[in-house]
């Protein structure tokens, strides 16, 4: 397959909301049944609104030509307190009678991944096409979140990168982040093993 090259990025807008689950679940595979049968509409619709920690105005694009190339799902400590609520809200309001059913595998996950510390920003999900990798499109959508992080007065950065991402995990600790803990946890009896990764702003 040719190699693309990514050209720009640009902040998200609600209709991208196809790109945004099928890039997700790229980066997040367990995500696409989450929450029930319903996932991928609850995520479309949460994206599509806003005001949300799966909203579009948390995510840049990454562009090639007018087509998307990846994107970055991230916000800040302040926005986590903000809108953890609402978010969870949506979800519940989404998966009706499935919640009652996933509440205990949804408390576990709750508990182990997405900790946003004070002062801290969180990259939540990051993904880019196949034909895009190696194209440096992931390096620019990390960039501008640490621009984005630094503008909001966040000391650090941090994210999950799945153990099994050699790649990834390499591109991390070339940007300065570095391993602080190591994160497993079993959904629907599959065992997903991640690595805290921060990177600490200097002075």
């Known amino acids: 397959m040719e190699r693309q ?84 809200l949506l979800i519940l309001e989404g998966m009706k ?22 002062g801290e920003f969180f990259v939540s999900n990051i993904a880019v096409y196949g034909e895009f990798r190696g194209a440096g499109a992931g390096r620019a959508l990390m960039e501008s979140a640490e621009a984005r992080a630094r503008a909001a007065g966040a000391s650090k950065m941090s994210l999950e990168a799945d153990v099994n991402n050699a790649p990834a995990v390499a591109m991390y600790k070339k940007m300065g982040f570095a391993v602080q803990r190591d994160i497993s946890l079993t959904l629907d009896g599959h065992e997903q093993n991640y690595h805290r990764m921060v990177k600490t702003f200097g002075a």
């Open 5 to 88: 090259t990514a050209t720009g990025l640009r902040p998200a807008i609600e209709t991208d909301d196809a790109d945004f689950f099928t890039l997700l679940e790229l980066s997040s595979p367990h995500l696409a049944t989450a929450f029930g049968q319903r996932t991928p509409q609850i995520l479309k619709d949460m994206f599509r609104l806003g005001g949300n920690l799966f909203g579009f105005d948390h995510v840049e694009f990454a562009e090639s030509d007018g087509r998307p190339a990846g994107m970055l799902l991230g916000y800040d400590w302040n926005e986590k307190r903000r809108e953890n609520l609402r978010t969870g």
């Open 97 to 118: 009678l499935d919640f009652l059913r996933m509440l205990p595998s949804l408390v576990r996950s709750g508990m182990a991944v997405g900790i946003v510390e004070p």
